[in-house]
């Protein structure tokens, strides 16, 4: 963990409020696991104050993030130029675990809803280096809001898509979407899911996997402070008492989750 | 270079800069980012006698240049502080400052008697800032219930001693010689003020716990007026605290007559900040040629 001013290698809107930014930061690019995140400063005057978490989207040798614009600090990172430096504190969290050896040949099911695919490609992306076989379900409102597509299908070739308004892929939640894969694929392999998206998303996905008793791990969004586990501000309900979504997540077995 | 170091209580401080509590957990979130013997002093997450859940989420909350935070004093109690975060502490180098809370007289006395035994700590500072005895308003808010207090855990330990108080009062200054006259060696302030925000679209409060602390750089006109109005008036150090942001800030506090400071919700957004505004304390010594930090505390020039 590091506190890094960056310099701003490509800060590009890639749809409707969606934008990507690569960042020069060869310490976290190098250290960063899937499902890690990083504090960003978006900006150097008290409004607003906090640094904003931002899922670590991929790495090379400097890291990118995905973000959405939905407040003051996201609309002022929009506006950054290339060549910008902002302060990048990171890789915080613990990040996916992935498969060990199990039972069956493992496969891993990754669900990403809406902005949720920003940890998800790295970690398709290393679940593949690993040769384990995985599948990617891609849920968006509609059409246009429909990310990473392209990348997923670079990590591998299976990879579905449901929009609510059926403009593209299958029509319905992400989670039909699951259902259907699930009777469609034998279940000869021992299955593990990851997913992130919206809160009721998880929940349904987390509750198909407690039927199924498959493993579920599932990436939380909280506010947050510091990011390191000292404001204790990011509080999450387990079923061993109160965990820290900076610290102890923000990456947790569905299980231990009280919902 | 310019002589640094102060003095609160029996502690000897190598720079006036000091972790406040609740910000800079036990030290140890911070030990990859930060030199930490190199803060004047750190101060803990305050401990309790027993293990407190908190308060429910969301437990922050942005603001307008500052912050709201309604933790609700979330900490493992007292046994396990002792046994799984003193023993980093002590390795640290730096004087190590425990903030305890009671719900009582007792609990304070008690959670002061088993700290004053182990000698790596320097100091105690009471949060006096939390639900009172009588479960209405804060210790910090009376008078009495201050005195009573500090005069307990006085009685059981030689170790310095900070009261640290609350700025949603009337008169901060009868609060501080309360404290003074019951033998504290010094006061911090100030804590956070009360507030809330809410959600327009669901109206809902943004806090879980529906009001909660203000802090960050929008109380600290506030927070240096309350500092200078205590100083004046008692003869113990003040501490002052309140949105220190930088080095500027941690001085003004200073000039207003805080002995020394504490960087609070400033930790939080860059974590490094403490060692920053050392190191800006010095610059701005040697840019006016001071040799020792003490020449500037209190030293408001107030003539025309």
């Not at chain 2, 800032?129 to 479960?135: A, Q, R, V």
Request: net charge positive; glycine share 10%; proline share 4%.
């Amino acid at each position: 963990m590091k506190d890094i001013k960056a310099r701003i290698l490509l800060n590009r809107r890639i749809g409707l409020g969606y934008y990507k930014m690569s960042l020069d930061a060869p310490y976290i690019a190098r250290t960063a696991k899937p499902g890690q995140f990083a504090q960003i400063k978006c900006s150097d005057s008290f409004e607003p104050l906090l640094r904003r978490p931002f899922s670590i989207h991929r790495v090379n040798r400097n890291i990118e993030i995905l973000y959405e614009t939905v407040g003051r600090g996201t609309e002022i990172l929009s506006n950054k130029k290339e060549g910008d430096k902002i302060d990048v504190l990171g890789p915080l969290g613990n990040g996916f675990t992935l498969p060990r050896a199990m039972n069956g040949e493992p496969r891993a099911i990754i669900i990403a809803g809406g902005i949720g695919a920003a940890p998800l490609v790295y970690l398709a992306e290393e679940l593949t280096k690993k040769k384990i076989k995985t599948i990617v379900l891609i849920g968006a409102k509609t059409k246009n809001l429909i990310l990473c597509e392209k990348d997923f299908k670079k990590a591998t070739p299976e990879v579905y898509v449901s929009t609510d308004d059926g403009t593209y892929g299958s029509q319905g939640f992400v989670s039909k979407l699951f259902h259907k894969i699930l009777k469609t694929t034998e279940s000869k392999f021992e299955t593990i899911v990851y997913v992130c998206g919206p809160h009721e998303m998880l929940k349904c996905i987390a509750d198909i996997c407690q039927e199924r008793k498959f493993e579920c791990q599932v990436s939380l969004e909280e506010k947050m402070a510091c990011g390191i586990g000292a404001c204790l501000g990011c509080a999450v309900k387990t079923k061993s008492g109160n965990k820290l979504a900076c610290k102890d997540g923000p990456i947790f077995n569905a299980n231990e989750l009280l919902w | 270079m310019a002589e640094l170091g102060v003095k609160i209580g029996k502690i000897k401080l190598k720079n006036p800069v000091m972790a406040a509590s609740g910000t800079f957990g036990y030290a140890k979130e911070f030990e990859k980012l930060v030199n930490l013997k190199h803060i004047g002093a750190i101060i803990t997450k305050t401990i309790t006698l027993n293990p407190r859940q908190g308060n429910p989420m969301p437990r922050i909350c942005e603001t307008s240049a500052g912050m709201l935070n309604a933790i609700g004093l979330q900490n493992e109690g007292i046994d396990n502080f002792l046994k799984e975060k003193m023993p980093y502490l002590s390795k640290i180098g730096a004087p190590i400052i425990v903030s305890i809370s009671g719900n009582n007289i007792d609990e304070f006395f008690i959670l002061a008697r088993r700290l004053d035994k182990i000698k790596s700590i320097s100091g105690i500072e009471l949060n006096i800032s939390c639900p009172n005895i009588k479960c209405e308003g804060l210790v910090a808010q009376d008078t009495k219930e201050t005195y009573e207090v500090v005069k307990a855990v006085r009685k059981i330990t030689d170790k310095t001693i900070i009261t640290k108080l609350s700025p949603n009062v009337t008169d901060i200054v009868g609060i501080a010689k309360a404290a003074e006259n019951a033998g504290s060696d010094a006061v911090s302030l100030v804590n956070t003020f009360f507030g809330m925000a809410i959600d327009i679209d669901t109206r809902k409060p943004k806090l879980g716990n529906i009001t909660g602390g203000l802090s960050g750089p929008c109380i600290k006109p506030i927070a240096l007026r309350m500092v200078y109005e205590v100083s004046k008036n008692i003869n113990i150090p003040v501490i002052g605290i309140g949105g220190i942001m930088n080095a500027n800030d941690a001085i003004e506090f200073m000039i207003a007559g805080a002995v020394a400071i504490q960087v609070g919700t400033a930790n939080f957004i860059e974590p490094g900040v403490c060692i920053k505004i050392v190191k800006g304390i010095e610059g701005y010594l040697k840019k006016h040629k001071i040799e020792k930090i003490e020449d500037i505390i209190g030293n408001l020039n107030i003539k025309n």
